[in-house]
C-alpha cells in the first residue's frame, strides 16, 4: 500500500546533540511537510516543500533544517536540541493544492 | 494569520449519543476545510473534506459536516458514536490554493461503552 513512512518511531536524545529524523513516501507527492506537535496543541508547521522548493515559516526557529534529496525522502535536522524541542514530529504529503494531506505516523522525540 | 479555533477541547459522550464538534476560522476568502481524525496509537486521517458544491459534506464511519460560510464555520457531526469514535479529532482550514492548512488543537473525544 502506498504510505508515508517515518523513522524512526521513537528517538530519543540528549540535550545540543544533533538528531535527524527520517520521512519516507511512496505515494509520489510532490508536497512534503513537517509538523511539530506538542500535547492538546495544534500541529505546527516547521516548513514544507513543493517540488525541490523549500519554504520555511517564518517562526521556525534556526536550530531546525530540512533536506529532501529527492522526490520520496525528506529529513528534518535538529541541530541543537532543547528540551523545548521534545514533541511528536509529523511528516505530511499532498499533491499539489488539490487534496488532502496524508500523514506518517510520527516521531516522537525525547530530549534528555 | 489564519486562525482555527476548536471551541471543544474535550468530549466525553456514552454510546448512541449524538455528536456535534464545533470549528470555527478566521479568513474571509475561498477556503478549503478538512476535518482528521487520529485513533489511539495510529496517525492522522482524513475524515472529510470540503472543497466546493454542496455544503453538506458526508464522510467516512458515518460523520458529517456543514460548511457555514455566513458563519465561517464547518461543524463536525454524527447522529450516534460508537466506542470505536474514541480518538482525537482535528479541524483544518486552507486558504484556496494555498495547499498549506492550518489545524485546530483538537478535540478529545472518548465514547464509553
Known amino acids: 500500500d502506498a504510505m508515508v513512512i517515518q523513522n524512526p518511531r521513537y528517538q530519543v536524545t540528549q540535550f545540543g546533540k544533533p538528531v535527524t529524523l527520517s520521512c519516507s513516501q511512496t505515494l509520489n507527492h510532490n508536497v512534503m511537510y513537517w509538523y511539530q506537535q506538542k500535547s492538546s496543541q495544534a500541529p505546527k508547521l516547521l516548513f514544507h516543500?513543493?517540488?525541490?522548493?523549500?519554504?520555511n515559516e517564518a517562526d521556525t526557529p534556526d536550530n531546525f533544517q530540512s533536506r529532501r534529496p529527492n522526490t520520496s525522502f525528506c529529513f528534518l535536522d535538529i541541530r541543537s536540541p532543547g528540551l523545548g524541542d521534545a514533541a511528536m514530529y509529523l511528516c505530511?504529503?499532498?499533491?499539489?493544492?488539490?487534496?488532502?494531506?496524508?500523514f506518517g505516523p510520527g516521531t516522537r522525540l525525547t530530549v534528555l | 494569520a489564519q486562525s482555527v479555533s476548536q471551541h471543544n477541547h474535550h468530549v466525553i459522550l456514552s454510546e448512541a449519543a449524538s455528536l456535534e464538534l464545533g470549528c470555527n476560522y478566521s479568513?474571509?476568502?475561498?477556503?478549503?476545510l478538512f476535518w482528521y481524525v487520529q485513533y489511539p496509537g495510529q496517525h492522522l486521517q482524513l475524515l472529510l473534506k470540503?472543497?466546493?458544491?454542496?455544503?453538506l459534506v458526508k464522510g467516512i464511519k458515518g460523520f458529517e459536516a456543514e460548511f457555514i460560510k455566513s458563519k465561517f464555520s464547518f461543524n463536525l457531526r454524527k447522529p450516534s458514536v460508537q466506542w470505536s469514535d474514541t480518538a482525537e479529532y482535528f479541524c483544518a482550514v486552507e486558504e484556496g490554493g494555498s495547499y498549506i492548512p492550518t489545524f485546530g488543537r483538537g478535540t478529545s473525544l472518548i465514547v464509553h461503552p
Open positions: 516543500y513543493y517540488d525541490k522548493d523549500f519554504n
Open positions: 470540503y472543497f466546493s458544491g454542496d455544503p
Open positions: 479568513y474571509g476568502g475561498t477556503v478549503n
Open positions: 505530511a504529503t499532498s499533491r499539489d493544492s488539490i487534496d488532502e494531506q496524508f
